[in-house]
């Protein structure tokens, strides 16, 4: 075990600034792997990994197969709609079966806050969180932490405005948790409906008005709109949302002219973000998703047997 706080990667709560000092360093050495001829080394060779998404992914799990491919381990996908979920096997009963097959670690994507956790408690092999209910998304943190990282250097005092669904958003949680250790300043931006009660207590500043925030921003990270929100009533049309919350050229022109905009993705052009923006000059959203691999290969190496970067 090299990540020093644990076998796991279950959050960026509780991840000290050193652990993520070390995933961001050895990202960027394999990040240079990309550049290789041959993009595969070999250090996960004994290694079988298994990923379990009970909920829908593209970059995340398609991330972490290429990452655990580049660092040579075996990876297996459970597909939970043609497993034995659908017999009414227990999450816990899955995983100590894959274990008792020779899994050394488990990726998982649950709709339930805590069953990462819940999975960590009850078997040896590594856990690493692939996103769980409202709570955490720690590899989306990081990634979006290293892609700041690269654009601007040290975040100590940067400004960082998350806009949008903090409410139900596990990538808002993660980017706080992770930019906070590392001495940013972060501020929360969207309708009073979708900013969780208490956030503050957080460390971040809650603001209504994303045309005053964004003046001084140097990262906005715009958060995907559920498009079922809606109908829940949290906000009356997108076309609202879109007007009040949502980045565009016209708005960003209020911006400082190097302002980096990012967004996790799926993006859902026209609500969030508009196609100007997400296509255009400030945007580093498919730099997020490249530096997803680079992380998810340093996650991996760290947990299951690397060593540690020199710092
Ligand atoms: N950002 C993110 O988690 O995307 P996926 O849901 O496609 O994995």
Do not use: C
Request: glycine residues 8%; positive net charge.
């Amino acid at each position: 075990m090299q990540i020093q706080s644990g076998k796991d990667l279950l959050g960026l709560r509780e991840l000290p600034e050193a652990d993520i000092e070390s995933i961001l360093k050895t990202a960027a050495s394999m990040k240079e792997i990309f550049t290789r001829p041959v993009r595969r080394v070999p250090p996960l060779i004994a290694k079988n990994i298994v990923t379990l998404f009970y909920e829908p992914s593209t970059r995340t799990a398609a991330s972490f197969h290429l990452a655990a491919r580049m660092l040579s381990a075996s990876v297996n996908n459970i597909q939970v709609t043609s497993s034995s979920v659908k017999k009414g096997e227990t999450l816990i009963d899955t995983v100590k079966n894959l274990e008792a097959m020779g899994m050394d670690a488990v990726i998982i994507r649950h709709s339930m806050a805590g069953a990462p956790h819940l999975v960590a408690q009850n078997i040896k092999g590594s856990v690493i969180n692939a996103g769980d209910g409202f709570n955490e998304h720690p590899t989306q943190g990081l990634l979006d932490i290293f892609t700041m990282r690269e654009k601007k250097g040290k975040l100590k005092d940067k400004k960082v405005l998350i806009v949008g669904d903090i409410l139900h958003s596990r990538v808002a949680r993660s980017n706080i948790w992770g930019l906070k250790t590392l001495g940013a300043k972060v501020t929360v931006v969207g309708p009073p409906t979708l900013i969780p009660k208490d956030i503050e207590k957080t460390g971040v500043t809650v603001s209504y008005n994303l045309d005053k925030e964004i003046k001084d921003a140097d990262f906005v990270n715009v958060l995907r709109i559920q498009l079922e929100r809606q109908e829940a009533g949290l906000f009356p049309s997108l076309e609202e949302y879109h007007k009040l919350y949502g980045i565009n050229a016209e708005r960003l022109k209020k911006a400082k002219n190097d302002v980096v905009v990012m967004h996790p993705g799926p993006i859902n052009r026209g609500v969030e973000i508009s196609s100007d923006v997400a296509d255009g000059p400030y945007n580093v959203i498919l730099d997020q998703v490249t530096n997803g691999v680079a992380v998810r290969m340093a996650v991996l190496f760290l947990l299951l047997g690397g060593k540690r970067a020199k710092r």
